[in-house]
């Protein structure tokens, strides 16, 4: 997920204040400082910074792409185990988390939001595992040192989605496995993709207009 503001003195405790640790039923198995409503802290967030018209706080829920990849990853743990792995604009880190618990050797959540950053580490810590927070990543050549990248939810908007799309098939064709989840975006890719999983995820009626969302787990070709 994108967008958000720079690093702030009381970021940690803003988060607190307005979120609460919990587990997401589609991944019982691990807990995140969660929010229940967005425009209360999309409000929150812009008194707090100063500024208007600041991106969604997508670090604070649950987004049903990183919900199914977290599954997929906790119940088939050999694809990370022992290997270094990319959650591409992780959010919440809901993937990182997943890769960390199913034994990989090195996990980096990515996110150009600090407020993400903290909260990945926070729920981490909650978790008492162990994630690399990243801010932006090179979209113009390979990330060094990464056998696997998870990517959830990244097509929603056309330019980025393009653009990302792009970096992630570079990265395929140079040996990186890459999976993709999709609760049908109107910028996911419509072809190079070999279908992994579909999951009913449960998701927040406010964030979704509806109670789950049906996403699609591809594996990206070069």
Not at 33 to 51: D, H, K, M, N, S
Not at 140 to 161: N, R
Not at 176 to 186: F, N, Q, Y
Request: charged share 25%; proline share 6%.
């Amino acid at each position: 997920m994108g967008g958000g503001v720079g690093m702030k003195k009381g970021s940690e405790d803003f988060i607190r204040l307005w979120t609460k640790p919990r587990a997401h039923p589609f991944v019982p198995e691990l807990t995140f400082f969660q929010a229940e409503e967005i425009t209360p802290l999309w409000q929150a967030l812009e008194t707090w910074v100063g500024a208007t018209n600041l991106p969604p706080p997508f670090w604070a829920f649950v987004w049903p792409g990183g919900a199914a990849l977290a599954r997929y990853v906790l119940d088939h743990p050999d694809l990370v185990r022992g290997k270094r792995v990319l959650d591409f604009a992780s959010g919440s880190g809901i993937g990182a988390l997943a890769v960390a618990l199913a034994g990989a050797a090195r996990v980096y959540a990515a996110d150009i939001d600090p407020l993400s950053q903290i909260a990945t580490q926070m729920n981490a810590a909650e978790n008492r595992l162990g994630v690399e927070t990243l801010g932006t990543v090179d979209l113009e050549k390979k990330p060094v040192d990464v056998e696997v990248i998870l990517a959830g939810d990244v097509c929603y908007e056309q330019t980025m989605s393009v653009r990302v799309l792009r970096w992630l098939r570079s990265c395929a064709a140079a040996g990186v496995e890459v999976l993709l989840a999709d609760p049908g975006r109107a910028y996911a890719p419509k072809d190079g993709t070999v279908e992994l999983a579909r999951y009913n995820v449960p998701v927040l009626r406010e964030l979704e207009d509806r109670d789950a969302r049906e996403v699609v787990l591809w594996r990206l070709g070069g």
